[in-house]
């Protein structure tokens, strides 16, 4: 009993981090369009600048809240992957034959069920 649930925590782990590096991901791209953002609000004129908030494709960014943000979640994902990695050290031990995962990746690698 005690393999089977290390294993379901060790996936629903894997899940975990799988949204948290997505998370991540997300930070990171509005980083990059902020600069993007930036970069255009240099060369557009004030008029054009202007309409283009007021539809909501130009949007001013505080960029050092994304970086903490981003610093936030990468430390949380490490946390995380820390945790799964313990997990699954603590399978392979019940078991003998469980492979741990890679970072990013499902917790099991078993195959699919015939069933």
Known sequence: MRA???????D???GEAATVA?????????????????????VLSAG???RLQARGLLHPTEVSGIREEMAE????????????????????????CYEPSMRGERATRRPPSSS
Do not use: F, M, N, P
């Open 22 to 42: 997505a998370r991540v991901e997300r930070a990171r791209a509005r980083l990059r369009q902020a600069a993007i953002d930036r970069e255009a609000r240099a």
């Open 48 to 50: 054009a600048v202007a």
């Open 73 to 96: 979640l990468e430390s949380d994902l490490e946390a995380v992957l820390a945790l799964q990695a313990w997990v699954e050290e603590r399978l392979a031990d019940e078991t003998g």
């Open 12 to 14: 629903a782990l894997a």
């Open 4 to 10: 089977v649930d290390l294993a379901v925590y060790a």
